[in-house]
């Protein structure tokens, strides 16, 4: 009586690990014993399909697990095809009228919920603990960082200008304008449960789109919020569509030929899948993919800010971001670098995110953590010094919490598997060079290209980094930074497929089709008959 709706609840699933298997029948053991009364199942996340947000009929779901404590917080369901289909019907239907909505109408749509998510910014933060790791602090910048896309697409109508030319010919004008191309989709990863879907929907709808979103099934909850609160500032039943699952739901998505583009943030095994099996199907796709982040220290650095920076960037969100600086490259003598940075990497304060002055929360899953423990591992092993070994930490009150602690593994040379594989985790791996010719070398031998930053006090080294590094997004002095909404994500080479950024004019282009009108309005009195030859501006 007591085993059966816990047995149902905490069910072994075919796709979790051993290791997960063991947790869930762990689970259910404490569980049994610690409360004789009937504990329900976390509430299941629903779908969002014409403005109602409505039960799966799938019979499977996914827990979602607060990697702090290993406690189910919600479940995911795996969205049915007859449920996507009806997601996407509704985008489809609701698209004629949105898109001859007017653009001042739309933009207010988004200037309203930039209102509401200030109002519920803490609430949002607190589901992004909960579900996915953070401190409560990182939490409010992932939703801040987000919240920027929306003010700038408040702006859309200056965004989505078209061009004019007047007389390209005698009496003839062209000009371009900028539609809106249906119904687009999004594919969000778990490490910024609200900065990304940001990225997405708000640029996309305010161009006059419709939207499909799946939200990570690791953390949903940010986004069912914000898909609340677009509904409350006003956007129509059906502009914004959730549903969720894994792998089948992106084939669905990459498959449907109603859907015309799809924004994708993740790894690279996932994006490049989407991207070809999308652009096989004639979608535009734009994928921002895996990192490999190089600092470049030059001895003339100033000390104390650039390790200020050095351990913020490898160490903030857990190492889990794409932006993070994983890789330092010191020229010349990394010795005296090295102890400063173990000390304070050391006094970083590891703990639950919603615990007072925590620097670093857990990584996402107990998969994660085991992954980065055995890059560390084979780092060792293939000859790298340990100088600062975080993977035995104990963090009390949350002993079974999926911690790392700050690692730095010395002597890394770039044959290592820890330095050809993307760790995402609190990882820092220090490497020599003996000029800046050769660091910059080493950052344009890597596959990725999403960012690199130089340390100096000279503005010539500097000067020469910016224009001969190979990677899309360069800092000088700081850590590579996310660019602002008026710019775009920029990454490049392996860490990007397609050919319009995320945000920005680019994103603007990316969501929409140009069309180019040209037009002739004739005095009906100066006919000039017929003719065949090819037209050209040229007097004849
Ligand atoms: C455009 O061309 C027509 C015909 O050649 C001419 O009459 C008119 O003045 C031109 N208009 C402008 C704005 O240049
Ligand atoms: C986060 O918000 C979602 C949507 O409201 C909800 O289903 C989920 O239970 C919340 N999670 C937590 C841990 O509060
Ligand atoms: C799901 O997709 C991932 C890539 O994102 C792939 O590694 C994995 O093998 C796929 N799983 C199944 C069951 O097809």
Redesign the pocket.
């Known amino acids: 009586m007591l085993r059966s709706p816990l047995r149902r609840a905490y069910r072994v699933r075919p796709w979790q690990s051993p290791a997960a298997a063991a947790l869930a029948v762990l689970r259910l053991s404490t569980a049994a014993e610690a409360s004789p009364i009937r504990k329900s199942p976390p509430a299941r996340v629903r779908n969002l399909i014409g403005g109602e947000f409505v039960e799966s009929q799938s019979e499977e779901s996914i827990d979602v697990i607060n990697p702090a404590t290993q406690e189910v917080v919600s479940r995911v369901p795996l969205t049915t095809k007859e449920e996507f289909k009806a997601a996407v019907d509704a985008a489809k239907g609701a698209f004629p009228q949105w898109r001859n909505t007017p653009v001042t109408t739309r933009q207010r749509v988004m200037f309203k919920l930039q209102e509401l998510i200030r109002r519920d910014m803490d609430k949002l933060a607190l589901n992004i603990t909960t579900e996915q790791g953070k401190t409560l602090k990182d939490a409010q910048g992932d939703v801040f960082r987000g919240l920027e896309v929306v003010e700038h697409a408040c702006g859309m109508a200056t965004l989505q200008m078209g061009e004019y030319v ?2 390209v010919s ?2 003839i004008d062209t000009y371009s304008i900028r539609e809106p191309l249906g119904v687009c989709a999004g594919i969000c990863p778990f490490n910024f449960p609200a900065m990304i879907p940001l990225w997405m929907f708000p640029m996309a709808v305010t161009c006059g789109n419709t939207f499909i979103l799946k939200p990570s099934e690791k953390d949903p909850g940010a986004s069912m919020m914000l898909a609340e609160l677009a509904l409350e500032a006003g956007l129509p039943n059906g502009v914004l569509n959730i549903v969720h699952g894994t792998n089948d739901t992106v084939n669905n998505i990459c498959d449907d030929d109603d859907i015309k583009a799809i924004s994708f943030v993740g790894s690279n095994t996932a994006g490049m899948h989407i991207y070809a099996r999308a652009a096989a199907k004639g979608k535009r796709v734009q994928s921002n993919m895996g990192a490999k982040n190089h600092a470049v220290v030059l001895p003339d650095a100033s000390v104390d800010a650039t390790l200020n920076c050095l351990v913020a960037a490898g160490f903030g969100a857990a190492g889990q971001r794409c932006m993070a600086l994983s890789t330092t490259v010191f020229v010349g003598d990394s010795k005296p670098w090295e102890d400063e940075l173990v000390e304070r990497a050391k006094s970083l304060k590891v703990s639950a995110g919603v615990e007072p002055g925590t620097d670093l929360g857990p990584v996402i899953s107990k998969q994660a953590k085991d992954r980065i423990c055995r890059l560390i591992q084979s780092g060792i092993e293939s000859g790298a010094r340990v100088v600062l070994d975080g993977r035995n930490i104990g963090v009390p009150g949350y002993e079974d919490g999926n911690f790392v602690g700050p690692t730095i593994l010395a002597d890394v040379t770039s044959d290592m598997e820890c330095y050809k594989e993307e760790i995402f985790g609190p990882v820092l791996l220090l490497m020599k060079a003996e000029s800046l010719d050769e660091a910059i070398k080493v950052v344009n031998s890597n596959k990725y290209g999403n960012g690199a930053s130089i340390f100096t006090t000279s503005g010539v080294s500097a000067r020469r980094f910016q224009s001969e590094i190979e990677a899309g997004q360069v800092g000088i002095n700081v850590p590579i930074p996310v660019p602002l909404p008026f710019f775009s994500f920029t990454g490049s080479k392996a860490s990007f497929a397609g050919d319009l950024n995320f945000y920005g004019k680019a994103g603007v282009q990316f969501y929409t089709q140009i069309k180019t009108v040209t037009q002739h309005w004739k005095d009906s009195s100066s006919s000039q008959g017929v003719s065949l030859a090819m037209p050209t501006s040229q007097k004849s």
């Open positions: 007047t007389n005698h009496g």
